[in-house]
């Protein structure tokens, strides 16, 4: 029976959080596998939860050369190399897998996001709708295809989506993926009252299902400008070369995407993408103090070992020597602080946009499960604010060590600004840097189809044509002393 195999025990206790006894019975049951199976990509799921990476690579190199059992064995394998940052074998093993099983929804959608990060953009959609044309519940097939492209008179989905959503007893997950879809397409055809309602239904339905306090959130930000205040031992200049490092960190949408791809197009520059490789090093590495340290986890990471840090990081970002490394998690303004100690020569670069613009920006976006704060305009304003007064101290303990770029000044003045940014750096400037259209490097963010477009700056001040919904949110931000554009 199945729920007696090795392979269902393992899942079992990989989900239980007890992982070193799934991998061994994740183990047993490819051990005499003559066919690559799905639990060869669980095998390789669990090395990845330990920390694993090399074995975990390893057992999925090892599956590849086996006949595959069906499209699920190579589907599991390709999300293992996904992870593993093996992007075009996560593609093609997702292209096998819709091959093999050309019948299953959910293939075609792997492969469509898959297309979509290579910026294969037709190829995408033409994915995307293979996945709705077998199964018309695939609903994160219709979201990602409306946000392939601009949507245009000629050619949306908006009658399609309207009447999937006026279907009775729609649950609340279809509610969710159609309404972002439907919102983004009426946006894109300049709609922006229908548009407004279907991205706070959208929101307000996801907000509804999230277990979430911004108190907690508010009292963490809190927390790190109490024990980060710049009088913590530093790792020596020469501890890790730390000069090949650039971070660029900022709110979710801020445009922080867009300076990756123009300074990634630079000679010797490369980007890890979005990683959690600092707060990783950060949050396991050792005291710089003898014996336990007193307090919460934010005063245990004000305490690690600079030195510890940074040999941990470099070991983890994989730089190869002599290149320039960008890491660009969004969050990672969370550790500014932590990392000008550990790296004290890495570059800092924060991207910062108009208040109403970023809000707005991450109120009509779906992510995943990071952000929880975006879908209600309350959440929004007061951890907009948590986030401003920490920026706030990482600007008056680190001072010259952080070199900001305004999103309105790149899009409007993509050569100053961006060139800019690359002396910070210590980067050879070029203008062809700004040709992102061009970078072919894998995009896996929000932004991964609007980076295969020319710069373009009809983002900007788009808060102004939803000014009227928008009246809570401004009201929220003024009251708590956030500067806003004039006309707000």
């Known amino acids: 029976m199945p729920g007696t195999t090795p392979e269902f025990a393992a899942l079992r206790l990989m989900r239980a959080g007890r992982l070193e006894e799934a991998r061994a019975l994740a183990e047993q049951a490819v051990a005499q596998a003559r066919v690559c199976t799905s639990a060869h990509g669980l095998l390789a799921t669990i090395l990845v939860q330990l920390g694993r ?16 059992a069906g499209g699920d064995a ?151 400008t109490e024990v980060f205040r710049g009088n913590a031992p530093r790792a020596h200049d020469n501890a890790e070369d730390s000069d090949q490092f650039i971070f660029i960190v900022g709110l979710p949408r801020s445009g922080t995407t867009l300076l ?11 980007s890890n993408g979005e990683t959690e490789n600092f707060a990783r090093a950060l949050l396991g590495g050792e005291s710089a103090r003898p014996g336990p340290v007193p307090g919460d986890v934010f005063a245990r990471a004000a305490a690690a070992d600079p030195r510890a840090v940074a040999a941990r990081y470099a070991q983890l970002a994989r730089a190869e020597r002599g290149e320039r490394l960008i890491e660009k998690l969004p969050m990672n303004y969370l550790y500014l602080g932590a990392i000008q100690r550990a790296l004290p020569r890495a570059r800092l670069l924060l991207v910062t946009r108009t208040p109403l613009d970023s809000c707005f920006a991450m109120f009509r976006t779906l992510f995943g499960d990071a952000y929880p704060f975006s879908y209600d305009f309350n959440d929004l304003a007061r951890y907009y604010t948590a986030y401003d007064r920490l920026i706030r ?16 000044s790149l899009v409007g003045d993509p050569t100053g600004t961006a060139s800019a940014a690359a002396r910070f750096c210590g980067l050879d400037w070029s203008d062809a840097a700004l040709a992102i259209e061009s970078n072919s490097a894998v995009s896996l963010t929000a932004s991964a189809a609007q980076v295969r477009r020319p710069i373009y700056g009809s983002s900007s001040g788009r808060w102004r044509y939803y000014r009227d919904q928008l009246a809570p949110l401004i009201a929220s931000l003024r009251s708590r002393q956030i500067d806003l554009p004039a006309g707000a």
């Open 53 to 68: 990476p090399a074995q975990a690579d390893a057992v999925v190199k090892q599956a590849v050369g086996l006949e595959p």
């Open 74 to 224: 190579c589907d599991a394998l390709a999300y293992v190399s996904l992870h593993l940052g093996c992007h075009q074998r996560a593609n093609a093993l997702y292209r096998r897998a819709a091959e093999l099983s050309p019948g299953t929804a959910r293939h075609w959608y792997n492969l469509a996001a898959s297309e979509r990060s290579f910026g294969r953009l037709d190829e995408a959609e033409a994915a995307c709708d293979r996945a709705i044309g077998l199964d018309t519940h695939e609903y994160r097939s219709y979201l990602l295809r409306s946000e392939l492209r601009v949507q245009t008179a000629a050619a949306n989905h908006v009658t399609e989506l309207r009447r999937i959503l006026e279907r009775p007893g729609l649950d609340d997950r279809a509610r969710v993926f159609l309404g972002y879809a439907l919102g983004k397409e009426l946006d894109d055809l300049q709609q922006f009252d229908s548009a407004f309602r279907w991205f706070a239904e959208a929101a307000t339905t996801r907000r509804r299902h999230l277990g979430y306090d911004v108190g907690l959130d508010e009292h963490k930000l809190r927390r790190i």
């Open 260 to 270: 990756e791809r123009i300074l990634s197009n630079l000679s010797g520059v490369r």
């Open 393 to 408: 101290h990482w600007r008056s303990i680190l001072g010259e060590h952080i070199h900001e770029v305004r999103y309105e």
